[in-house]
C-alpha cells in the first residue's frame, strides 16, 4: 500500500463499531466496513455496486430516492433515527431499528453513512415505559431547559392534561401563578447538584391542574443520565386526602370531649387506612385483569375456531367421537366465559371497567330488574321498595347499578337462610358541612340520591365487617363464592363518584348506603328497540395495531376469516410508518390503548392528521384515562373490551365502517 495515511484511514474503517457505508451521489454503495457485513448479513460482494435502497425496507424504497436528493442539496452533517428510531433490513428480510449519521466527502464524491442498531435501546426504553406507566404517582421528567420531556398516565390523570399538550411545554405550567416567579431559579439550582431530594412531606407544596385548581402535593426529585442530557425526574402524589383527615383529626382534637374525639378519630383513621388498602388492593386487581383478559381473548377465539371444525365434523358423522369432543370444547368454552365475568368484576373492583353512563332514575332501574331479584331472592324472603316519588337523577351505567342490586339481593338472601325482609330504600339527602352522622358514609357537601339496601338477616361480626369490600375475602365455604360481590359493588360505586357504607349488627341485620352525586340533566325518553340487521362480512382493509402478538395472530384471523384485507403492526411507530406510505390503504385503524412507546389514541391523532376521517375502534382490556380524560366513554368512542368474540369484534367494526 504506497500510502501510509490511506492504511490508517482502511484500519479505522474496519474497527469503527457503526456500520459504516460509502454511497455515491448515483446512490450506488462503493465502501463498506466489516461491521456492515456483520450487521446486515451480506457479503461486501453483495453490496459494491449495488443501489443503497437494498438495505431499507421494501415499503420505504420507492420514497428514499427522492430523500436523498433532498439530502445532496445540502450536504452538512445529519442525525437521523434519534427521536423515532429509522427501520433498516438485513438480507434474511428481518428489519432492525437504527440510528443514522450522514456526512458528506465532497472530494470523493461520496456521502457516508453511520448506522447503528439500537434495538437493545428500543427494549430498554420500551420497559421503562412500562414501568413508568405502571407507577402509582405521577412522573414528569424535565430537562435543564425546564422543558417537559417524559409525562405517564397517572400524570395525565392526576393535572387534567393530554401528554401531547405537557411535552415540550415549560414546568412552570405545572406550578401555581403565585410560585411560577421564582420557580427557574430554585430549578437551576437544582440541576446544579442534582440529588435526590424529598419535597413537601414537611409541608406539601401546591400543583396547579389545567382548570386552574391547585392541590397540595408531595415531590421526590432525582437526577438520570441521558443521551440527551441530564433529566429531573418529578415524583408527584397529591396528599389532599391526607391533609383532609389531618385537618378532621385537629378539629375533633380542638372539641372538648376527650373520650368522643378519640373514639371518632380512630374510626376516622381506620377509614382511611381501609381507603388505602382498598386502593392498592384496586390497582392489583385491576393489573392483573387486564394482562388475563389477553391471554382470554386468545384462548376463547382459537378454541371457538376448533369448536367450528368439530361442529362440523360432527354433523357428518354423528355416530364418531366428534360429538362428544364437541360437548367437551363446550364446556371449555363455558369456563372461559366464567373467567371472563371474574375478570370484569375484578376491573369494576379495580374502577378500570368501561363504563358507559347516563342520567338514571334509580327508581326505574330498581323497577326493571325487580322479578330478577325476586327469583334471586326466593319465595322465603319478603322484597319491599320505599321509593322517593320525587327521586333526583343521577349519572351512572344502569348495567352496573343492576349489577350492584343483583350483588346486594345475594348477599341478603345468604344471609337469611330461614326467610326475612329485603328492605330497597332511595330518597334526596343535601349534606351541608359539618353534617355528620353515623347513618351514612362520610361524603363532602352536596346534593345526593341515596340508595339503602337493608336486611333481616343475622348479621355480620365486625372482625368480617371490616374486611368485606376486599376481593377474594369471603366466609362461605369454598365452592360457594368468589368473594367479589361486595368487592365489586364498591368498584362500581366510587367509580360513579358516589360512596359505598356498610353498616351491621350480629343478630339484626345489615344496612347498605349508596350515596351518588346528583345531576342536573333529566333522563332521556328511551329508544325505540332498533330491529335485528344481520352482519355484514366486510372488504375492507384494516390497519390493526396490537403489540401482544399472539392476540395480534388471532384478531388477523378473525378478520380476514370474514373477508376484511389486514396490515397488521406490533407497535405505534410501526403503524404510524405505514401509514405515511401514500401507497398504503386502509379503510379503519383498529388500536390497542396502552402499548409501550406510543398509546393508541395518540397513535388515532397522528393518523388523523395524515387520514382525516378515517375510523377508529380500540381495544382494551379495562377502560383507562387515555381516550377521554376520565374513566367514562365518550359516546363517539368506539371500544372493544378484551377478552371480545368474533361476534363482538366483527360488529363493532361494522359500526365503525357503515357509521
Known amino acids: 500500500m504506497s500510502n501510509p495515511s490511506d492504511a490508517v484511514a482502511i484500519g479505522l474503517l474496519e474497527a469503527a463499531p457503526d456500520a459504516i457505508i460509502g454511497v455515491h451521489r448515483d446512490g450506488c454503495i462503493a465502501v463498506v466496513n466489516a461491521q456492515t457485513v456483520r450487521l446486515f448479513g451480506f457479503d461486501r460482494s453483495e453490496l459494491i455496486g449495488k443501489p443503497i435502497e437494498l438495505l431499507i425496507p421494501e415499503r420505504f424504497r420507492r420514497h428514499h430516492p427522492a430523500h436523498r436528493r433532498d439530502y445532496l442539496q445540502d450536504l452538512r452533517p445529519r442525525p437521523m433515527g434519534a427521536g423515532a428510531p429509522l427501520a433498516a433490513r438485513r438480507k434474511d428480510g428481518s428489519e432492525f431499528p437504527a440510528e443514522i449519521s450522514l456526512s458528506a466527502l465532497p472530494a470523493q464524491n461520496m456521502v457516508v453513512a453511520a448506522v447503528r442498531d439500537v434495538s437493545d435501546r428500543v427494549r430498554r426504553e420500551a420497559k421503562f415505559q412500562g414501568l413508568l406507566e405502571a407507577a402509582p404517582d405521577a412522573i414528569v421528567g424535565v430537562a435543564a431547559d425546564g422543558r417537559i420531556s417524559l409525562v405517564n398516565a397517572q400524570a395525565e390523570r392526576l393535572f387534567g392534561y393530554q401528554r401531547s399538550e405537557l411535552l415540550g411545554k415549560s414546568i412552570e405550567v405545572l406550578v401555581p401563578p403565585a410560585g411560577r416567579p421564582g420557580h427557574p431559579e430554585k430549578r437551576q439550582r437544582y440541576f446544579a447538584d442534582p440529588q435526590p431530594r424529598p419535597m413537601g412531606s414537611g409541608r406539601p407544596l401546591a400543583a396547579c391542574r389545567k382548570d386552574g385548581s391547585e392541590f397540595p402535593a408531595e415531590i421526590s426529585l432525582s437526577a438520570f443520565e441521558t443521551e440527551d442530557g441530564v433529566i429531573v425526574s418529578a415524583a408527584i402524589r397529591d396528599v389532599s386526602e391526607r391533609i383532609e383527615a389531618q385537618a378532621e383529626r385537629q378539629r375533633l382534637e380542638a372539641e372538648g370531649e376527650r373520650l368522643v374525639a378519640a373514639a371518632e378519630r380512630e374510626r376516622l383513621e381506620a377509614q382511611l387506612q381501609q381507603s388505602q388498602r382498598l386502593e392498592s388492593l384496586g390497582q392489583l386487581a385491576g393489573g392483573v385483569a387486564h394482562d388475563f383478559n389477553n391471554l382470554l381473548a386468545v384462548m376463547l377465539n382459537y378454541t371457538g375456531f376448533v369448536a367450528e371444525q368439530i361442529q362440523e365434523a360432527a354433523d357428518a358423522d354423528p355416530g364418531g367421537p366428534w360429538p362428544q369432543a364437541g360437548r367437551d370444547l363446550q364446556q371449555v368454552l363455558r369456563a372461559g366465559q366464567r373467567a371472563t365475568e371474574l375478570t370484569h368484576q375484578l376491573l369494576a373492583f379495580g374502577r378500570r371497567e368501561v363504563v358507559r353512563p347516563r342520567v338514571l332514575d334509580l327508581n326505574v332501574v330498581i323497577r326493571e330488574v325487580e322479578q330478577l331479584l325476586l327469583r334471586t331472592l326466593g319465595e322465603h324472603i319478603r322484597l319491599q321498595a320505599e321509593l322517593e316519588p320525587e327521586l333526583w337523577p343521577v349519572l351512572a351505567d344502569p348495567g352496573q347499578i343492576e349489577q350492584v342490586l ?254
Request: proline share 9%; aromatic share 4%; no cysteine.
Open 406 to 659: 343483583v350483588n346486594l339481593a345475594v348477599n341478603a338472601r345468604d344471609a337469611m337462610p330461614g326467610g326475612g325482609t329485603l328492605t330497597l330504600h332511595t330518597g334526596n339527602v343535601e349534606i351541608t358541612a359539618g353534617d355528620d352522622t353515623e347513618a351514612r358514609p362520610a361524603v363532602a357537601p352536596g346534593r345526593y340520591a341515596e340508595l339503602r339496601v337493608a336486611d333481616t338477616g343475622t348479621g355480620i361480626p365486625p372482625e368480617v365487617l371490616e374486611r368485606v369490600f376486599e376481593p377474594f375475602y369471603t366466609t362461605k365455604p369454598p365452592g360457594q363464592g368468589t368473594g367479589l360481590g361486595l368487592a365489586t359493588v364498591y368498584g362500581i360505586v366510587t367509580q360513579a363518584g358516589g360512596t359505598a357504607d356498610l353498616r351491621s349488627t350480629v343478630g339484626a341485620g345489615t344496612v347498605f348506603t349508596v350515596l351518588l352525586p346528583v345531576t342536573d340533566e333529566q333522563p332521556a325518553a328511551p329508544a325505540p328497540a332498533a330491529p335485528p340487521q344481520q352482519l355484514k362480512h366486510g372488504g375492507e382493509t384494516i390497519l390493526l395495531v396490537e403489540d401482544e402478538a399472539a392476540l395480534r395472530a388471532v384478531t388477523v384471523r378473525i378478520l380476514t376469516r370474514n373477508g376484511y384485507r389486514v396490515i397488521p403492526a406490533g407497535s405505534g411507530p410501526e403503524a404510524l410508518h405505514i401509514a405515511e406510505d401514500p401507497e398504503s390503504e386502509f379503510d379503519l385503524l383498529l388500536t390497542d390503548v396502552v402499548m409501550p412507546l406510543l398509546h393508541g389514541n395518540e397513535l388515532a391523532e397522528r393518523i388523523r392528521r395524515l387520514r382525516p376521517g378515517v375510523p377508529v375502534v380500540y381495544m382494551s382490556g379495562y377502560a383507562q384515562p387515555f381516550i377521554t380524560g376520565s374513566s367514562t366513554l365518550d359516546a363517539s368512542t368506539i371500544l372493544i373490551t378484551k377478552p371480545f368474540t368474533q361476534t363482538d369484534l366483527l360488529q363493532r367494526l361494522r359500526e365503525a365502517l357503515d357509521n
